[in-house]
């Protein structure tokens, strides 16, 4: 591949949507957002679903798998959690419980701490996004297995810097990129 058609870097467009959509739906988590569901459920299917998706295909082209297992789990993740909130209200299933959904949020705990693990051969950024979205994971889970309010805001909390975290690397790639220096440290 010649450098004219060397295709585009798809980690600021995975990160971005994760990072946006992780905001928001902390924002909601810390109850700094209320009656906002709707919003989140649009953006984690479009934007934190779809979008990564597309950005995990991106990357299996360029042949990154980690870039492209990270991009496309979390794309289905943002996928599955609305169809878990939506479906039972269209009666095609039950409301999971808080048990199961605990269970839910613990695996993909298991598989953020194993992606984190991945982050040791790449940068800071990246591992702080990985550290703190395991750490949310694992908050979550235990928020609905105890049914503690207070985890669960704290979680929001947590979420937010590690939203804000994967806003910072992204935007971190196109610049640096854009300006062939270092604008913001990855």
């Known amino acids: 591949m010649t450098e004219e058609t060397k295709p585009a870097n798809p980690a600021p467009l995975g990160l971005m949507a994760f990072g946006m959509t992780t905001v928001l739906l902390n924002l909601y988590n810390a109850g700094i957002l209320s009656g906002s569901l709707g919003m989140i459920m649009g953006m984690g299917i479009f934007y934190g679903g779809l979008a990564q998706v597309l950005a995990g295909a991106m990357e299996y082209r360029n042949g990154n798998m980690f870039g492209m297992t990270a991009f496309t789990s979390y794309g289905f993740f943002w996928i599955s959690l609305v ?15 808080a048990s199961a959904m605990a269970a839910y949020l613990a695996m993909w705990g298991v598989f953020t701490a194993m992606m984190y693990v991945g982050t040791m051969k790449l940068n800071k950024s990246l ?60």
Do not use: H
């Not at 169809?83 to 419980?97: D, K, M, Q, R």
């Open 83 to 97: 169809a878990i909130l939506v479906l039972p209200g269209l009666g095609l299933a039950e409301a999971v419980p």
């Open 127 to 186: 591992q702080v996004v990985f550290l703190t979205l395991t750490i949310l994971f694992f908050l979550l889970a235990i928020a609905d297995a105890t049914g503690s309010e207070l985890i669960k805001t704290i979680a929001g909390f947590e979420g937010l810097i590690c939203g804000f975290s994967a806003v910072y690397t992204s935007s971190g790639i196109i610049l640096n990129d854009l300006y062939k220096k270092t604008v913001l440290p990855l």
